[in-house]
T-cell receptor
């Protein structure tokens, strides 16, 4: 059981470039989340999904898109990266609706946009 | 909007002393309050949580208290050890909203 994994672990982008972050979970979890973590800001929800084929906006969705084509995968896309998107990105998943079910976090992706 | 304030942002204690971290939430509908520990370069991990129908919960050296009237909840760590050094995050959630609102984190340093 790998739990929640994220690819890649580190990435450096130039302004305007695009990239996709992959989150995968092998726990058959229905719910998946993308957060960003910035110094002094805590974790902020970008987008989330309550099931395969569904996505919804969180607190800070601008500049990001997501897709949940398969239950086990949740992709976060940056179409045109900006320096303000420099952050650590965490994916999380839960079997059911919080707070009844615990959220499990992935190891994080450190993204730098120059 | 909803927010969770967390204090202090940094906390240094001597090994064996107690540490207290406090959070205040704004949404009176919040009914679930987890605490996460994040070691340097690692993922956040749930260490303890409390629901709004309970005033206090303990798990060995850690405890959480909740004051619903004042919208405060606190994490208490007793007999601190160097391995307790980490960043601690509080969060608040409301059933049916699918999300947590996180505090800004407290960096705890336990000095040997």
């Amino acid at each position: 059981n790998a739990g929640v994994t994220q690819t890649p672990k580190f990435r450096v982008l130039k302004t305007g470039q695009s990239m996709t972050l992959l989150c995968a979970q092998d726990m058959n979890h229905e719910y998946m989340y993308w957060y960003r973590q910035d110094p002094g800001m805590g974790l902020r929800l970008i987008h989330y999904s309550v099931g395969e084929g569904t996505t919804a906006k969180g607190e800070v969705p601008d500049g990001y898109n997501v897709s949940r084509l398969k239950k086990q995968n949740f992709l976060l896309g940056l179409e045109s990266a900006a320096p303000s998107q420099t952050s650590v990105y965490f994916c999380a998943s839960s079997y059911g609706q919080v707070p009844t079910y615990e959220q499990y976090f992935g190891p994080g992706t450190r993204l730098t946009v120059t | 909007g909803e927010n969770v304030e967390q204090h202090p942002s940094t906390l240094s204690v001597q090994e064996g002393d107690s540490a207290v971290i406090k959070c205040t939430y704004s949404d009176s509908a919040s009914n679930y309050f987890p605490w996460y520990k994040q070691e340097l370069g690692k993922r956040p991990q749930l260490i303890i949580d409390i629901r709004s129908n309970v005033g206090e919960k303990k798990d060995q050296r850690i405890a959480v208290t909740l004051n619903k009237t004042a919208k405060h909840f606190s994490l208490h760590i007793t007999e601190t050890q160097p391995e307790d050094s980490a960043v601690y995050f509080c969060a608040a959630s409301t059933s049916g909203t699918y999300k947590y609102i996180f505090g800004t984190g407290t960096r705890l340093k336990v000095l040997a």
